[in-house]
């Protein structure tokens, strides 16, 4: 069966394998100050689009845990509030780099499997 077939199923599981990968990647780019504009840029840049409405309900939930801080500025005549990772965001950011870098390794190694098992069959 093919996403082509079940595009709901699809949409879904596209969504899920997203989400972590939005947090972490929010988080990296959150190493230097943004305000939300900038940092939806940022991340379009890099290949990872975001809506608005995903963006900054994800700001409040990080910073409602300690992992951002924020304040207001005015900038260009218009207020702004800036985000950045606090140092408990540095630390989490760190621990989930590193579990990243697990998981892309052990993913890596299935898929090869299953790729030269298939070439074999």
């Not at 996403?3 to 989400?19: N, T």
């Not at 300690?66 to 950011?93: H, Q």
Request: charged share 25%.
């Amino acid at each position: 069966m093919t996403s082509a077939l079940q595009p709901d199923l699809f949409d879904s599981l596209k969504l899920e394998l997203r989400r972590g990968c939005l947090i972490l990647a929010v988080l990296a780019q959150l190493k230097q100050e943004h305000y939300g504009y900038t940092l939806r840029k940022a991340l379009a840049d890099e290949g990872l689009a975001i809506e608005e409405s995903t963006l900054y309900p994800l700001l409040r939930r990080l910073e409602t845990q300690g992992l951002l801080t924020s304040e207001w500025r005015e900038e260009e005549k218009r207020n702004k509030r800036f985000y950045r990772l606090s140092p408990a965001g540095e630390t989490i950011l760190t621990d989930l780099l590193a579990e990243w870098n697990g998981i892309n390794r052990a993913l890596h190694g299935i898929l090869n499997r299953t790729s030269h098992t298939q070439k074999v069959s």
